[in-house]
């Protein structure tokens, strides 16, 4: 069975610094892979996809992740955050040999302060 | 434009009662629907999916289930709720693995 696992729980940040957060899948098949975003009080919105090509997935906000097939992970990184980017973010996997079943991992708080 | 209707927002009921959620997708045929339930630490937990009507797909043994009884209407079902039922729950569709939509969940709480 699919699975995903957001290595962080929590991830605390100063302003300005970088942050990665990191998610890793297990599948022996191919897949398609995202990074969803909730901040409080609120639904979950898409940050970037992964379908095919590029392994290097711009999203918005700046954030951008790398498809890495041989470790089968799909880290989330920034170079620079901001107090706004205080909120949840939940890797998924949607596998294409099980009818496109998408599965999400624990998620990953990351706090950002000043 | 695909839209998601996911009803009700708020519910509070007794141990013992029955429940039904309804999920309807607007704008899109043959989607995968899927029912998450949302827990503080655990993520977004996959109950059920659902890749045509009447296939129903279970990921946990729990004290619910799910019907697609029409392409675009997915039901989440409980014939006797128990405490542990309370939670944030989740309606999804998705376009063969493609970007998911959410419904605005529903807040159900068991006394």
């Known amino acids: 069975a699919q699975s995903v696992t957001q290595l962080d729980s929590q991830v605390p940040v100063f302003e300005e610094a970088p942050v990665e957060l990191r998610c890793n899948y297990s599948?022996?098949?191919?897949?398609?892979l995202f990074w969803y975003v909730q901040y409080p009080n609120q639904g979950l919105q898409l940050l970037l996809k992964y379908l095919s090509g590029s392994t290097l997935v711009k999203g918005i906000n700046g954030f951008e992740a790398e498809f890495n097939k041989s470790q089968t992970s799909f880290h989330l990184r920034k170079p620079s955050v901001h107090i706004s980017d205080t909120a949840e973010y939940f890797c998924a996997v949607s596998d294409k040999s099980n009818d496109y079943k998408l599965s999400f991992g624990a998620g990953t708080t990351v706090t950002v302060r000043a | 434009s695909q839209t998601i209707h996911q009803w009700p927002a708020t519910l509070v009921q007794p141990v013992g009662s029955p429940l039904s959620l309804e999920c309807t997708v607007e704008?899109?045929?043959?989607?995968?629907l899927y029912w998450y339930r949302q827990a503080a630490g655990r993520g977004l937990q996959l109950l059920f999916y659902s890749v045509g009507i009447g296939q129903i797909s279970s990921e946990v043994p729990q004290n619910l289930s799910a019907s697609r009884p029409q392409d675009r209407q997915f039901i989440l079902s409980s014939k006797k709720l128990l405490l542990s039922d309370s939670g944030f729950y989740l309606c999804?569709?998705?376009?063969?693995?493609?970007?998911?939509?959410f419904g605005q969940g529903t807040r159900l709480t068991v006394v």
């Open positions: 599948s022996s098949v191919s897949v398609y």
């Open positions: 704008g899109t045929s043959n989607p995968n």
């Open positions: 999804a569709w998705t376009s063969r693995g493609h970007e998911a939509f």
